[in-house]
């Protein structure tokens, strides 16, 4: 199975905030979407960072309440792990595992194309077991 797979049945909508856009604006976007995480782009095509609900209690934990009117440049991780629609979903689990994040932004041709949760990898796998479960059933069931 490929990002790609899990990307055609989830479609390619992918939520950005600007770097300069406040934690408050961003908070409103996540519980507008009802996702755990937002893409930072100024443009909506490159990647200037990532940040989460993670992001924002360990920040608000840190910092205080005056965090909401900081620029979520503050607080997102600049440097983003991203894949390719080609990549094999079994590594990406196995990265997002290793480096404890759940999210990964999709890029292809330099441009954001999607983006897959721990959630979309689950079911993903899930649905690659019922599969498989039914394939031998189906052989068990036919077999003299
Ligand atoms: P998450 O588990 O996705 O809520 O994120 C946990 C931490 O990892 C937060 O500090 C995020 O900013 C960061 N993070 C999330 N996704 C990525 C990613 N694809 N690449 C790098 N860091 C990330």
């Known amino acids: ?12 909508a992918v939520a950005t905030v600007r ?3 406040t934690v ?6 996540l519980a507008e979407h009802n996702i755990g995480a937002v893409v930072v782009s100024p443009d909506g095509a490159s990647i200037a960072g990532i940040a ?3 992001d924002v209690v360990r ?6 309440a005056a965090l909401l009117d900081r620029p979520v440049s503050d607080i997102m991780t ?5 894949c390719g629609p080609a990549d094999k979903v079994e590594d990406l689990r196995l990265a997002m595992t290793e480096h ?9 041709d330099g441009r954001l ?3 897959v949760s721990i959630g979309d990898v689950v079911k993903s796998a899930i649905d690659e077991l019922e599969s498989e479960r039914e394939h031998l059933v189906d052989y068990i069931q036919r077999a003299p």
Do not use: N, Y
């Open 1 to 12: 199975m490929r990002i790609r797979d899990i990307l055609r049945r989830k479609g390619d």
């Open 19 to 21: 770097p300069e856009a």
């Open 24 to 29: 408050r604006q961003l908070l409103s976007v």
């Open 52 to 54: 989460s609900e993670r």
């Open 59 to 64: 920040s608000l934990h840190e910092r205080g």
């Open 78 to 82: 600049a440097e983003v792990r991203s």
């Open 100 to 108: 404890r994040f759940r999210h990964v932004p999709v890029v292809e």
């Open 113 to 115: 194309t999607g983006i």
